[in-house]
């Protein structure tokens, strides 16, 4: 029978646990197994032996949650799939997985930006945004345990779902999160497929080292056969090794390019007067669009909740702690990067750099030929390894998603070879969309916009609904203000990516990547 907790009350039903292939299970807090107790009118379920008088409960956050243990909702599934089947993680992971997820190639678009803000603003816009997004980051990080019912918000989505309901996260934040995810591996593909070619082109002296080198598809062929065998980790926590070294190039390669530039020095004839059309609407849109690409450059929002997922947690020791200890480490290196590649980036190069590809472009552009060939294959190489690395985090949330549709339907975990064929069908789905929108990096100020609240405007209307700050606190107004300029502004970016991309058009070549 159901035991009696310690103000008196019943326990709820019994909640019956598929076998575990892991001690960590979410929504818990601790390490124990999922609580396992007798039917009333059911033969007894056989649990783990147990001296003590107090059941194994799903969160050690004590007696406030014993005594609303009957309003948690269990998830046993969760012990299957690849965020949570592994909760052994640490500071380190958390600052692995950040790093890699939170900077990218998107960071070497950012000059673009400056060449419409100019100087002052174009500095200001990104200080500006990476307070925010820092700030924002922090809510979520909180918001992932509630002090509540004990739940771990081991998803974004699922946040978003407890907090607004199913229609609300519908509507609003199942299509940006999955496309953050889906969209990144597949413009992962365009960059590192195009890097492949380039960096064989430098190792073969720009002559090829055979008589038919490969098409730009055959590269992103090679590039996709690589994230996909690699994608067969089983979960998360496995691939912290994967985001370590994915972190480091990422790192590597945003530091060699801001220097190079740098020690290059100034393009003759660069000017740095800002880009002002003829029309005020075309200059006005062009600023928004600006401000897109200065937010496309902070992303991992995401995935933040997943990675804090794969972290045990205690009442003395709760995951918000290492996790948010690892974010820190984290976005110093961040800004570290994304500051003096953008900076750097537009002292050299000023309104001259390309619009397509930023940085990336441009260093082969105008130091193709004076820069060591050894130093230009270094960068490629770099891009390509810490491509490899992000696929796999990004997809690991699409992986997530569509085991967890088998694991409720079948009420068993996914077989090895279920789990080899769809994530190979992930990878190479993404892979035809590569092929078939290869100009989806011409779409950075519009993919800004759509990603946008994710980062800056739904964790601040989250935090407001969950912990409800006092009205007209400090606290209140500055969740209220963040989040209703975070709304209104990626409605204007999203506005204003249509509009740049109708009125100065983009080369649109489908099934033709260059």
């Not at 409605?491 to 990516?497: E, F």
């Amino acid at each position: 029978m159901g035991e009696v907790v310690e103000d008196g009350s019943a326990m709820s039903p019994p909640v019956a646990a598929p076998p575990m292939q892991t001690q960590y299970n979410s929504p818990s807090l601790s390490r124990k197994p999922l609580l396992l107790i007798e039917h009333p009118n059911s033969a007894t379920i056989k649990t783990p032996t147990n001296n003590s008088r107090t059941p194994n409960f799903l969160t050690p956050l004590g007696s406030p949650i014993r005594r609303a243990i009957k309003m948690s909702k269990l998830d046993p599934h969760d012990a299957w799939l690849p965020i949570t089947e592994s909760r052994n993680g640490n500071a380190y992971y958390a600052a692995f997985h950040t790093l890699c997820s939170g900077i990218g190639i998107q960071a070497l678009l950012v000059p673009i930006a400056f060449t419409v803000l100019g100087w002052a603003w174009g500095v200001i816009s990104l200080t500006v945004a990476f307070v925010w997004q820092l700030y924002t980051l922090g809510l979520l990080v909180q918001l992932h345990e509630s002090t509540e019912n004990g739940m771990r918000y081991s998803r974004y989505l699922h946040l978003f779902t407890d907090t607004f309901g199913d229609k609300m996260a519908n509507i609003f934040a199942a299509f940006p999160i999955m496309y953050l995810s889906g969209g990144t591996c597949v413009a992962l593909i365009i960059v590192g497929g195009g890097t492949m070619k380039i960096f064989y082109s430098i190792v073969c002296g720009g002559h090829g080292c055979t008589t038919k080198p490969l098409t730009t598809v055959e590269w992103y062929l090679v590039f996709t056969c690589a994230a996909v065998l690699l994608s067969q980790l089983p979960n998360l926590n496995s691939i912290a090794g994967v985001s370590l070294v994915g972190a480091i190039t990422a790192v590597g390669y945003c530091t060699i390019m801001w220097l190079v530039s740098v020690r290059e020095g100034r393009l003759e004839g660069v000017s740095y007067d800002r880009v002002r059309p003829a029309s005020d609407v075309v200059w006005f849109f062009g600023i928004l669009n600006s401000l897109g690409i200065i937010a496309f450059a902070f992303r991992g929002h995401n995935l933040i909740l997943e990675i804090q997922a794969t972290m045990p947690s205690s009442d003395k020791k709760p995951s918000h702690v290492p996790m948010w200890r690892g974010v820190k480490i984290a976005y110093l290196i961040v800004a570290f990067c994304i500051f003096p590649v953008a900076i750097g980036g537009y002292w050299a190069y000023g309104r001259k750099i390309p619009e397509n590809g930023g940085m990336l472009s441009a260093i082969y552009m105008y130091h193709g030929r004076d820069t060591a060939p050894f130093i230009l294959g270094l960068t490629s190489l770099f891009i390509i390894i810490s491509a490899v690395s992000s696929f796999q985090i990004y997809a690991m949330q699409m992986f997530d998603d569509m085991e967890s549709k088998y694991t409720k339907k079948k009420n068993q975990p996914c077989p090895w070879w279920l789990r080899v064929i769809s994530r190979a069908m992930f990878g190479y789905g993404c892979f035809f969309v590569a092929v078939a929108i290869p100009f989806l990096g011409s779409l950075a100020g519009l993919i800004g916009g759509i990603a946008l609240p994710v980062t800056f405007a739904y964790p601040c209307f989250m935090w407001l609904k969950i912990r409800k700050p006092k009205k007209l606190s400090l606290m209140w107004w500055l969740n209220w203000v963040l989040g209703i300029a975070g709304s209104i502004l990626s409605v204007l970016v999203i506005a204003a990516g249509l509009y740049v991309v109708i009125d100065t058009g983009i080369k649109v070549s489908f099934f033709k990547p260059e």
